[in-house]
């Protein structure tokens, strides 16, 4: 499977599944690319959809804006690049005969700990970053995206 496929294999009403900033991002103004959609997910990032927290019962805890930048940058290259450290990843994916949006954003996800050093149970909010990357892709098209997003 190429880059160009798997994005198209993605279901981008599974990524809104995935995603709360995704699902909320046709009544959330203020998003024009990725960078402004993770910021509702990451510390000291945009606060809206957490102001109805008062409590602070810990749903309001997110990653530090770093593990974003990082996830980012290496979706980046994945989508945008031929680098052969991703080849492990690609065998994963292309191990499955029917590819699902869930199963796509799991294995990225756990890529990512594993290249890290994350803690696994942090792959879950990584997901979330990942179908971020994934939800601007299909909504310019790959080539549109890399050509501005590749840093």
Excluded: H
Aim: proline content about 1%; some cysteine.
């Amino acid at each position: 499977m190429n880059k160009k496929d798997l994005i198209n294999s993605i279901d981008i009403s599974e990524l809104r599944k995935i995603s709360s900033v995704i699902a909320s991002y046709e009544v959330l103004d203020n998003i024009k690319n990725p960078d402004d959609m993770a910021s509702y997910l990451y510390e000291g990032g945009n606060n809206l959809l957490f102001a109805s927290n008062k409590e602070d019962n810990g749903t309001n805890r997110r990653l530090p804006k770093a593990i974003w930048l990082k996830v980012r940058n290496e979706l980046n290259l994945l989508l945008c690049t031929d680098d052969e450290k991703y080849s492990e990843l690609w065998e994963r994916i292309n191990r499955v005969e029917k590819i699902s949006t869930l199963y796509v954003i799991t294995t990225i996800s756990l890529f990512l700990c594993d290249k890290f050093n994350f803690d696994k149970l942090i792959a879950g909010a990584i997901g979330q970053f990942v179908a971020i990357v994934f939800f601007f892709a299909l909504k310019v098209g790959k080539e549109s995206y890399c050509s501005t997003y590749i840093k």
